[in-house]
């Protein structure tokens, strides 16, 4: 198998871990899979039938949202991907729970939150620094205030 298709399982993998939140326990037949997914996840076909069904189910949706992407969107991709690979089990774990600390939030602070993320992220490189270097030197219990702050104030501001 080339490294190519290793790469392009693998993501398809992780995408299908990404839109697995709800997946249902009935589980996909091979025949059942449309054959650009068949071709995408024929290194899985020989074991695909000793996946467990809400398994076999998280796949076949990644691999169809790996289909849906765009060029851009599959480099991005494999770039996440390729960062989650270079984490140790701990950085993984911890990002596991913040992603489910996330997900608990009622859907307003969860929107209010991804607003902050969104403006933070327009901010030119050097405000970005600065405003990281600030909340670094900022002690846990301060750093929890200020996050319950945000979460609490209209537009996050």
Known sequence: MTRARRTLTLCAAVLALAAAAGAGAQGVAWDDLSEAQQRLLAPQA?????????????????????LDMSRRDRELARNRF???????????????ERY???RRLPPGQRARLLDVYRRYRTLPPERR????ERFRELTPD???ILRDERLRRPGGR
């Open 46 to 66: 020989e074991r695909w039938d000793q996946l467990e069904p809400a398994r076999q189910a998280q796949i076949a949706r990644g691999a169809e949202r790996w």
């Open 82 to 96: 390729q960062t989650w690979q270079g984490l140790s089990d701990a950085e993984r774990a911890a990002l596991r």
């Open 100 to 102: 489910q600390e996330f």
């Open 129 to 132: 620094m600065e405003l990281r």
């Open 142 to 144: 301060q750093r929890r």
